[in-house]
């Protein structure tokens, strides 16, 4: 037994009304360079999933309105076949050992662009797109790359997306070129500058008539602090809206040990760290920015095979979404919508994994208002409070990693308001793998199996409902959320 304290008088920290966001990688299907295992097999890349499909479809409508980014490492070699130059002279990715990536340059034809808008359009989606950042520049030794950014061809995708009226919401400008730690090939902070301030003059110019005017969005990187902090320096005010990490904190997806760390509650806690010294330099240096998790996928490597796509990834994925927030993270990008074995839908099926219902959960109850919680239960116990989204009260998200512990809670509210006289009922949302089974792809909405149906309709998510002043049972290994609709929070209203 314990007591969870909300403090509802001000919130410490908020995100974007739509924080959750979910990816769509480049990789052609023939990428299958880690194991006997093709990563990216069945054609879950935004050059060839099938967009047609219902239940994809569904599965994105489901969120009313959710982020997609759309981009990785193949995007700064991905030219788009319009304008002069290069309309006519693109051809699809082929897998060459020894070159950036192991691939050649490949296309991206303005049929399939039309196409993914279309896809956009029709579910509701609020896209960023991954511009290429490296055309025109060379590799001069070990992994740095120089030279000014050819802009032409980027210019020419933009102005063919003004045209056709098409919304994107951002765009992002390059994938993981950062510092030491980039992933094949590095660009110093003052080239990047200098290459985003000619995109900011670009978007200015072509959105000039634009009731709406996307964000830009940058470096897409792995936080290196000496990077990041020259970078905006060398922009200056207003040039970048927003800026992206990415976070891989659970290591390689073949590493025997990474089981053990997604109920490691000291483990998974390191990562706030960056959180912190990314927002740090944001109110340091760039106050006018927002931090974006642009992709986190738990296990790098195209994620785990039986355990991302599994009910014990969610310890993981939920915690970090309630710790992202707590440093005014505004948008969390999760490798993948589809595509990898990290993928939140399933890339031979298309079936929700647990990890899809823990997200969509995550969108329809917490709200963008992030409020402290003291929790002196139990280090096992995560738990994390909102503002509910688009109602009044608070919800909450707890996390018990514990296999041997349940654990009986009560709320109390930090205005010394007991929850004894209220009439509201709450609701309860408990989820728990299949028989009890960590790595169970199917997950179980209080003791119910969440599936879709045959025409891929995704689930009713129903709620079982409590008095307001009756424990609250976390059972060992589960979470929940739980709404509370009359808890006082002056924060909230």
């Avoid at 098409?166 to 730690?181: A, D, M, Q, T």
């Avoid at 992030?370 to 688009?390: F, P």
């Avoid at 998200?397 to 009986?408: K, M, Y």
Wanted: glycine share 8%; net charge neutral.
């Amino acid at each position: 037994m314990g007591t969870i304290v909300i403090d509802g008088t001000k919130t410490i920290a908020e995100t974007d009304e739509n924080f959750v966001c979910l990816t769509l990688d480049i990789w052609p299907h023939d990428e299958c360079r880690w194991s006997k295992l093709c990563v990216w097999d069945g054609h879950a890349s935004m050059l060839n999933l099938d967009l047609t499909l219902p239940i994809l479809n569904k599965a994105v409508q489901a969120f009313k309105s959710v982020r997609i980014r759309v981009g990785g490492t193949l995007q700064d070699k991905l030219i788009y076949n319009v304008g002069a130059g290069f309309k006519g002279t693109c051809h699809p990715f082929q897998a060459i050992v020894g070159s950036l990536f192991d691939f050649s340059v490949g296309c991206l034809y303005m049929e399939r662009w039309d196409d993914l808008n279309n896809f956009f359009n029709n579910t509701g989606a609020i896209v960023t797109f991954g511009l290429n950042a490296l055309l025109g520049k060379h590799n001069t030794k070990g992994i740095q790359w120089e030279g000014k950014w050819n802009y032409s061809n980027a210019e020419a995708l933009i102005q063919y997306t003004v045209e056709k009226n098409y919304k994107i919401n951002s765009w992002e400008f390059g994938n993981e070129l950062v510092g030491r730690i980039s992933i094949g090939a590095s660009i110093t902070a003052a080239q990047y500058a200098e290459d985003l301030l000619k995109l900011r003059e670009i978007i200015d110019r072509l959105y000039n008539n634009s009731q709406q005017k996307p964000l830009i969005v940058a470096p897409g990187a792995f936080f290196d602090e000496a990077w990041y902090d020259e970078f905006v320096r060398k922009t200056g005010p207003k040039a970048v809206d927003v800026l992206t990490h990415h976070i891989y904190n659970m290591g390689a997806g073949h590493d025997p040990k990474l089981i053990y760390r997604f109920v490691n509650s000291t483990y998974l806690s390191q990562v706030s760290n960056t959180f912190e010294q990314l927002e740090n330099v944001i109110q340091k240096n760039a106050p006018w920015a927002a931090a974006w998790v642009g992709e986190a996928g738990g296990a790098y490597q195209g994620g785990s095979p039986h355990l991302s796509d599994t009910f014990i990834n969610s310890f993981w994925y939920l915690d970090q979404l309630g710790m992202a927030s707590l440093y005014n993270t505004k948008v969390y990008c999760r490798q993948t919508l589809i595509g990898g074995f990290y993928g939140v839908l399933k890339s031979s099926t298309l079936l929700p994994t647990p990890d899809y219902y823990g997200a969509l959960l995550f969108h329809r109850l917490m709200g963008p208002g992030v409020l402290k919680i003291d929790n002196k239960v139990s280090s096992d116990l995560r738990s994390y409070a909102h503002c509910s989204r688009g109602r009044s009260g608070v919800t909450l998200l707890l996390i018990n990693l514990s296999n041997t512990t349940n654990f009986l809670i009560t709320i109390q509210n930090d205005m010394n308001m007991s929850l004894q006289k209220r009439t509201a009922l709450r609701e309860e949302y408990h989820l728990t793998p299949k028989d009890g089974l960590l790595r169970s792809s199917t997950v179980l909405l209080n003791g119910n199996p969440l599936e879709t149906t045959k025409e891929g309709d995704i689930p009713n998510l129903v709620p079982v409902y409590r008095q307001s002043n009756s424990y609250i049972h976390i059972a060992s290994w589960s979470i929940a959320f739980v709404v509370l609709p009359d808890f006082v929070a002056p924060a909230c209203k």
